[in-house]
């Protein structure tokens, strides 16, 4: 059992807002959170692909009345989005009776139909978090390079060796591909998203073009659009999006593309143990996502995540903008003596961050320059967590 770094949000949301949504991926934990908040709030909870707890929600006001006392917790809840105007009046009754906080809990693997959903019945009754893989600063017993090998989930992260670990998460991508994708949208064929999804690991890192991609995979560019914004949504796939503040200067302005999690990069590249992963082309790049998806993880609901560059050289791995309007650079090197380059600099000349930070893997932190700091991801990861 590992210690979540969501659950103070997760309980301090639910006492501050009639329903809560908890969205992530199958299989990153939602189902075991939901129930350490709920065994403390004496929940009722409901996994909607029982049959049995189904037909309890056959006429759901009916039920769902004989329960507005206590915390109802709805798994899988993307099953029926019927339920959403039913949960919204019940909502006002209770609210009109004084009971305003703590009284749904909707956990679903976020479908676009869920957000839409949820959005338009909901809006002003809801808050969304998100759960996703582990993160260093919830595996301390864990080092830290078997958690990039593995990834987060906690099935493969717990395996009893690699070959099990691999195992499950060739599993989990076949089941999304076969099982889980054809809920959330138009009937897509496993094999052709199997391709597709395979591409963007080979890009890690790499700025988005979908035009290629639609090329390479046979289909047209809306299709390939379609395709990327569904692993999007589903959160198996992240958009970094470029800085746009107006400089005066020539931004790239395509997002950079990502697996999210490191272990089902590895999964799609059939790379097993850390040696392969070390030869591997794909190693920097599958570092550099590992630290950005740690690091915004810890810092969501605080800063926003962009990266930086120009057509002229200059570059920033990670951009964190705050509300204040201050940012905070990252250079991400995997090296245990890492090295600035030029376009670093020049970025930071652009940009003026308040702070500067050269990730790596190494153990010690030290300083580089008077205001440029070399540190540990899971330093960085608990700096990042005190921030305010």
């Not at 609210?95 to 019945?121: H, W």
């Not at 993160?135 to 390079?145: F, G, I, K, N």
């Not at 499950?168 to 889980?180: A, G, H, K, M, V």
């Not at 897509?188 to 979908?210: D, I, K, P, S, Y």
Request: proline share 5%; charged share 25%; glycine share 8%.
């Amino acid at each position: 059992m590992f210690d979540r770094f969501l659950y103070t949000q997760l309980s301090d949301a639910i006492a501050h807002s009639p329903a809560v949504a908890l969205l992530g991926p199958r299989q990153v934990g939602k189902t075991t959170l939901a129930m350490q908040v709920g065994e403390r709030d004496h929940a009722l909870y409901l996994d909607l692909e029982s049959e049995q707890d189904r037909a309890k929600l056959s006429q759901p006001e009916l039920y769902l009345t004989d329960h507005l006392d206590k915390l109802v917790i709805l798994d899988e809840v993307h099953r029926a989005p019927g339920l959403f105007p039913v949960l919204r009046g019940l909502i006002d009754r209770n609210r009109r009776e004084g009971r305003r906080f703590g009284q749904y809990l909707l956990l679903g693997s976020a479908s676009p139909d869920l957000l839409k959903q949820s959005g338009e019945t909901l809006a002003g009754r809801i808050t969304y978090l998100e759960l996703t893989p582990l993160q260093v600063l919830e595996t301390p017993s864990v080092a830290a390079d078997e958690l990039w090998v593995r990834g987060g989930f906690p099935e493969s992260l717990l395996a009893a060796d690699a070959t099990h670990s691999l195992r499950w998460r060739q599993n989990f991508i076949r089941t999304y591909l076969e099982r889980d994708i054809p809920q959330f949208g138009p009937r897509l064929a496993a094999e052709t998203l199997r391709r597709f999804w395979g591409m963007l690991a080979h890009l890690q890192g790499g700025l988005l073009n979908v035009a290629q991609l639609a090329r390479n995979l046979g289909v047209d560019a809306k299709t390939a659009a379609n395709y990327l914004d569904l692993l999007v949504d589903l959160m198996l796939v992240r958009r970094l999006p470029p800085w746009h503040a107006n400089l005066g200067k020539r931004l790239v302005k395509s997002p950079k593309v990502y697996v999210r999690d490191s272990g089902v990069l590895h999964a799609l590249l059939n790379i097993q143990h850390k040696e392969n992963l070390l030869e591997h082309p794909v190693v920097g790049r599958s570092w550099e996502g590992f630290v950005i998806e740690n690091l915004l993880a810890v810092a969501a609901n605080k800063a926003q995540g962009y990266f930086y560059q120009t057509s002229g050289g200059a570059e920033i791995d990670l951009l964190l903008a705050w509300p204040d309007g201050s940012v905070w650079a990252i250079e991400i090197k995997r090296s245990l003596a890492p090295k600035i380059e030029r376009g670093f600099y020049a970025a930071c000349a652009d940009l003026m961050p308040t702070k500067k930070f050269v990730v790596y893997p190494g153990a010690e932190r030290y300083r580089l320059a008077n205001d440029i700091e070399v540190i540990p991801l899971e330093g960085l990861a608990q700096e990042l967590a005190g921030a305010a």
